[in-house]
């Protein structure tokens, strides 16, 4: 895709289980990379970030289907999203700060769903071609502790929300076990255990070496 081989910003993504505290830390995250690095910073998130993907994240989220279903929506999602709006910012010199991306697919559809990881990165090479995050931070928690504390928010409800324990190892073991080949060396590990204040201090040193 012509829009990323000519990209100057950065391409940040998180990841990790539900639960284990993107939201909580991703203004902070954007706010230490506008301070550290002098760049404007697109905050966006996975299946969403364009008008349609957003549309589309509805049906993900509350529309029962099959987990193949779901590759192929999600992956829909991304390619207006990268099109639209991650290519063209990259483009300008911003930077993107995504909440989710392909290696979202690989854990829950692939880890938490059962489908084929050799099946989901041929589809994600498709759709986002060469765009290739410069750094992936995935917040790691263990699945029981994580439902805790989506039980103790209340949670939204959605279709991933509502799933088991067991789900969510599958989802964590694909995270932590089986990264897409490349991905090892750009991947942050953070402990979502920690309390708020040394995670802080942890992604500061993630961010300035970025
Ligand atoms: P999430 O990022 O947790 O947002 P919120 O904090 O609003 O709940 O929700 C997005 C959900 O979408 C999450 O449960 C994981 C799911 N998802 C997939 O299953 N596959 C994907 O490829 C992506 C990007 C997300």
């Not at 008008?51 to 529309?63: F, Y």
């Not at 880890?111 to 995935?138: A, F, K, M, Q, Y």
């Not at 502790?145 to 509502?162: L, P």
Request: hydrophobic letters at 40%.
């Amino acid at each position: 895709m012509s829009q990323t081989s000519k990209r100057l910003g950065k391409f940040i993504v998180l990841e990790g289980i539900d639960g284990a505290g993107k939201s909580t830390h991703i203004d902070f995250i954007a706010e230490t990379i506008r301070a550290a690095h002098g760049v404007q910073v697109l905050i966006t998130r996975e299946p969403g970030g364009t008008p349609l993907a957003e549309k589309i994240r509805e049906l993900v989220l509350h529309q029962a289907m099959d987990v193949q279903t779901e590759v192929l929506l999600v992956a829909a999602a991304r390619r207006d999203h990268v099109r639209q709006l991650i290519g063209p910012a990259l483009e300008r010199g911003d930077w993107v700060l995504c909440d989710r991306f392909v290696d979202s697919t690989r854990a829950y559809q692939g880890g938490g769903g059962g489908v084929d990881l050799g099946w989901i990165d041929g589809i994600n090479r498709e759709v986002s071609g060469p765009l290739e995050p410069d750094r992936v931070i995935l917040f790691d928690l263990p699945s029981q502790i994580a439902a805790a504390r989506r039980g103790g928010r209340g949670g939204h409800g959605d279709r991933f929300e509502a799933q088991d324990v067991a789900y969510f190892e599958r989802v964590r073991d694909v995270y932590l076990t089986q990264m897409r080949p490349g991905a090892q060396e750009k991947t942050s590990i953070l402990n979502a255990e920690l309390d708020v204040s040394r995670i802080q201090m942890e992604l500061q040193k993630i961010i300035i070496n970025i």
